[in-house]
């Protein structure tokens, strides 16, 4: 009887200590469930949800190295430059269609300047819809952008009216390959607003594409024109730009109408051409001349030739020789060459 009474009072004490450890138990919550970064397709590779939202986001760019030579018969130089750019890239649909913000911020070095730059190159808005594009902010400007970047293959890009500025401009995407644009841009860094206007026309087809674009200058009273036209057969690329300016481009103390002038000359035609040899090596050509209109000179001439090698995913290399002659009424005949080789990491 004392056995069993001994058992007894041994297990509801257990029942008992066990009762009081459940009462005191911590309960662990349940894991919020994590969200993972989903993949946006819509608008191309590389894109991504922004957790939370449905705004997509592209974060690109590119590092840059290159060495430069020059030799104009009275003196050498040489140095070296480097140059970051970080591209940022957020999109989403709305009830007024694609709304879009792009950025793009540059760090650059180069060995013969004491100081380094920071600075945004490009940074703006746009509403894309069906029939074209609306944007609002800094950019490469639409006479320099809308018809291509002169001969488009290597460091040596020629002279074509290059302006990077503040816009508001409308591109109409049409049918059949017709595209139009037209813009206001500003002329001035300062708190004046002097302005230029702009518009062009292209063409685009499975042969390549042709266009015309003018640009005024409100300020100068000066306008600018050029005409262009890019055709492909089989494994050969070529090209050719026919340029007008009205005014005169002195150099850095030029008036703004110097954005619509190419070289300093009144009249200048750039041609170019591109040997596909293989999806990995292209070689090219390049030739300018420009008129004596706005010069002392006669004429000049510019001749450029290089590779465009891209060995692996992502490299990119691009070695250029250029050489100018210029017949010049007081100085006489001169002679420059250039050389540059240049590497882009694009990621």
């Not at 104009?72 to 130089?77: L, R, S």
């Not at 594409?209 to 690329?237: H, P, Q, R, S």
Request: glycine share 12%; proline share 3%; with cysteine.
């Amino acid at each position: 009887m004392n056995i069993k009474s001994l058992l007894l009072g041994s297990a509801v004490a257990a029942v008992a200590a066990t009762g009081a450890r459940a009462a005191d138990a911590i309960v662990i919550a349940e894991p919020e469930p994590m969200e993972y970064v989903r993949i946006c397709d819509v608008y191309g590779a590389g894109f991504f949800y922004i957790p939370g939202t449905e705004t997509c986001l592209r974060i690109g760019g590119y590092m840059r190295y290159e060495m430069r030579y020059f030799d104009d018969e009275v003196d050498d130089e040489f140095y070296k430059f480097a140059r970051f750019q970080l591209n940022v890239d957020a999109r989403n649909e709305t009830e007024w269609g694609t709304l879009r913000s792009y950025v793009e911020g540059r760090f650059e070095w180069r060995s013969d300047v004491p100081a380094d730059r920071v600075y945004l190159n490009q940074g703006f808005i746009e509403l894309q819809q069906a029939s074209g594009t609306l944007r609002l902010g800094k950019s490469d400007t639409p006479y320099a952008r809308f018809l291509g970047y002169g001969s488009p293959f290597g460091p040596f890009d020629g002279s074509y009216g290059f302006n990077n500025s503040g816009e508001l401009s409308y591109q109409y995407n049409g049918a059949n390959g017709f595209s139009a644009i037209g813009a206001i841009v500003e002329l001035k860094g300062d708190s004046d607003f002097d302005f230029g206007v702009e518009g062009g026309v292209k063409l685009t087809q499975g042969w390549g594409d042709i266009g015309a674009m003018v640009g005024y200058d409100m300020l100068a009273e000066e306008w600018g024109a050029k005409l262009v036209a890019n055709a492909k057969f089989g494994m050969i690329d070529v090209g050719g730009h026919l340029y007008y300016s009205s005014g005169i481009n002195s150099g850095p103390m030029a008036t703004y109408s110097s954005i619509y002038n190419v070289g300093g000359s009144e009249f200048s035609v750039l041609a170019y051409a591109k040997a596909n040899v293989s999806q990995k090596l292209a070689i090219a050509a390049a030739v300018q001349y420009f008129d004596d209109e706005y010069l002392t000179s006669d004429e000049t001439w510019q001749i450029t030739g290089g590779l465009d090698w891209r060995p692996i995913s992502g490299l990119r290399i691009r070695p250029e020789v250029q050489y100018t002659t210029t017949d010049d009424a007081i100085l006489g005949d001169s002679e420059t060459w250039g050389a540059i080789i240049r590497f882009d990491r694009t990621f």
